[in-house]
């Protein structure tokens, strides 16, 4: 089966080059991100699949043009699925398949790389050595051993995170709708969490029950001079709102691998370009805040992993064994 590969980039390709072959698949290889206007370039190729990434816009013109020329199978090769209309999916007999998981301990270690950095100020101590200031002042942080953890969203990678806290002997709480019997830690409601963790960080899908579920609110509920991890969406936080709690010092600092409105940016070199997003320079400008461009996935393990997932969720579809389907009830 011929694949159509939107948003691709260098890195992406080794491995489906590699295990492409085995599965019985010939991948395509596009720069352009999935839309209803580059939709047609699927047929244009003769693809009955096309394999998608978390910043493609798969909504419903985008889909009616794809199942128009033909193709039948959409495979992500990521875990999130909130790009995609799952109600023009379904009405137009597309089947969407994914990557649930890959490397969980590839995130959670991100989050706690991201976590470290904050603390211990890593990012602007290595500035400073570079131009031959060996000066500590302002770096000081805190023991992470002996303080609070709040995990929101405990499945797979949650779950790690939770792990690697322990290890630091932190004391870990969690809030999940599903908790799983498997977690480490303590479960509470989620202002419990806010009130006691020192550090929350989010594990869980945007959803629209999740949408800026940390907003203005939130952070009032927040343990003062806590510290915020993201590496799952950015839709789970209302920037403005985090923003405001960074200038008022409510928040000790923030860790982010993810913004709500990185499509336009992440993945991208825009070094010599002036930056128009006013929200994502305010953030870049903080010196507690340390922004990553959705990396926290991305390990030799975990790329490995969800080529071979990817291709596999498409050989079953072509022997007619539907694997890893994605459903509005999907977790």
Same mark, same amino acid.
């Given at each position: 089966?011929? =694949? ?17 072959? &085995? ?13 209803? @206007?580059?939709?047609? $370039? ?9 394999? #998608? ?20 199978? %959409? ?10 209309? $799952? ?34 100020? =890593? ?20 023991? %992470? ?18 792990? =690697? ?19 480490a830690g303590t479960y509470?409601?989620?202002?419990? %969490? ?8 989010? +594990? ?6 999740? +949408? ?9 509920? $927040? ?14 936080? @209302? ?9 008022s010092k409510k928040l ?10 990185? #499509? ?7 070094s010599a370009e002036i930056?128009? @997003? ?5 953030? $870049? ?19 490995? &992993?969800? #080529? ?12 007619? &064994? ?10």
């Amino acid at each position: 089966m011929k =694949i159509a590969f939107y948003d691709v980039k260098p890195y992406d390709k080794p491995w489906f080059d590699r295990l492409s072959p &085995e599965y019985g698949c010939e991948p395509i290889y596009l720069e352009y991100r999935l839309n209803r @206007d580059t939709a047609r $370039l699927a047929q244009d190729l003769s693809c009955q699949a096309v394999c #998608a990434f978390v910043n493609d816009v798969i909504d419903e013109p985008c889909i009616t043009a794809l199942t128009q020329g033909g193709v039948k199978l %959409l495979a992500m090769r990521c875990a999130g699925y909130n790009n995609i209309d $799952l109600d023009a999916a379904d009405a137009h007999n597309l089947t969407v398949v994914r990557v649930p998981e890959y490397s969980p301990a590839a995130v959670a270690e991100h989050a706690m790389a991201l976590l470290l950095c904050v603390n211990r100020k =890593i990012h602007r101590s290595y500035s400073r050595t570079r131009e031959n200031n060996f000066n500590i002042n302002g770096l000081i942080g805190f023991d %992470l051993c002996g303080k609070t953890a709040g995990i929101v969203g405990t499945g797979k990678i949650g779950s790690v995170f939770g792990r =690697i806290c322990g290890g630091f002997g932190m004391n870990v709480l969690a809030y999940d709708p599903s908790p799983s019997e498997d977690f480490a830690g303590t479960y509470c409601t989620l202002d419990e %969490l806010l009130n006691q963790s020192d550090v929350v960080s989010l +594990h869980c899908p945007l959803t629209p029950q999740t +949408h800026h579920m940390f907003n203005s609110d939130s952070f009032a509920s $927040l343990k003062d001079g806590a510290v915020l991890i993201n590496t799952s969406r950015g839709g789970l936080i @209302d920037t403005s709102a985090l923003i405001s709690a960074l200038k008022s010092k409510k928040l000790y600092g923030a860790g982010l691998d993810v913004y709500e409105e990185e #499509a336009d940016y992440f993945f991208t070199d825009f070094s010599a370009e002036i930056m128009t @997003d006013d929200d994502l320079a305010r953030l $870049l400008s903080f010196p507690n805040v340390v922004l990553t461009s959705h990396q926290a996935f991305f390990t030799e393990e975990a790329t490995r &992993e969800i #080529a071979q997932m990817t291709l596999d969720n498409v050989r079953s579809f072509i022997q007619g &064994e539907i694997k890893n389907k994605v459903t509005k009830q999907s977790g």
